[in-house]
């Protein structure tokens, strides 16, 4: 393509409060211009918080594996006067990051969980008694959301090869926000949104797949080219469970996110796709921003909707 055509095809950025373009300029400080992170600067931006009672919320953190330095934040929802004792919905939450940035004690990922876990009266993480096994949902932003594919995939196929171990524990559905998923060719939204989206662009991609997928690997790897098609299709087993993809208007992942859908539902999968015109990479972690409230709520009613469901 020539160079003129592909600037005609690039889109200006959204308008956006000035607190969130602020920490989006913050946020691309940490970046050097070949995408690499610049980790004394990032680390002076990505603020930790520790787990405690807040908002009604409380959380604690449990070790899974120390020896891999495995961790998990764990926040149940206050109770409520007058309601009967229940067992809480589990909501296991996979950070974004592109697999090198942040953590669960990330102010960010801290202050969406709580949300989450209060707007859905759910148990995010797990860890807890008085949980509902039954009603497990897997959610997860940007690389966390490509995680949840994975996982999911990898528990419809154990399912699948014994169904005597999904007795206790059923996975409800999949929740995956503006998903990391990606491939050797550039979409047509990767080079229109490269310079408009803000809190992503090419360099940043590029440079997060290297670090994550086994050296000498190319973006097509089946870690990252999940719906390629052809040999590359998505892959998922029968048991795999509903899904729900949030998707941006100013995320440059969005053919990606596109295709995935496409892929889910060409193999007779139910899918559920939220859509926001105006919304950049990661717009869930600012309660600046309207999307992000409605966001929530529609993660609500899709929990609400399949945790009624139960297999037959």
Known sequence: MPADA?????????????????QAAGFALGHRRDGSVRRLVFSLLDIHVRAKRRAGVRSVDVTIDA???????????????GE???????????????FVLFSAASCYYDRLCRRICRELRAVVA????????????????SAGG????????????????????????????AVLIQPFFGGEERTEEELEL????????????????????????TRDHPAAHVCGGGEHDVEVAEAFPAAMVAIGGFDLLKGWQARYVEALRGKGKAVRVVEYPGAIHGFCLFPELADSGEFVEEMKLFVQEHRTKRVQ
């Not at 592909?6 to 602020?22: E, F, G, K, N, Q």
């Not at 020896?67 to 006067?81: C, D, Q, Y």
């Not at 949840?148 to 206790?168: D, F, K, N």
């Open 146 to 173: 490509n995680m949840v594919h994975h996982v999911a995939q990898r528990w419809a196929a154990a399912s699948a090869a014994s169904p005597s171990s999904s007795t206790t524990l059923r996975l409800a559905g």
């Open 67 to 81: 020896s891999r330095g495995l961790w998990a934040r764990v926040f149940s929802p206050p109770p409520t006067k």
């Open 84 to 98: 009967a004792a229940q067992a809480l919905p589990v909501v296991v939450f996979f950070h974004g990051g592109g």
């Open 194 to 217: 490269d310079k408009a989206a803000l809190t992503l662009s090419l360099a940043r991609t590029d440079y997060y797949w290297r670090e994550f997928l086994p050296e000498g690997a």
């Open 126 to 141: 797990a860890g807890f008694a008085a949980v509902d096994l039954s009603s497990c949902f897997l959610a997860g932003d």
């Open 6 to 22: 592909d600037m005609t095809r690039r889109r200006r950025s959204p308008s956006l409060p000035c607190a969130v373009r602020v």
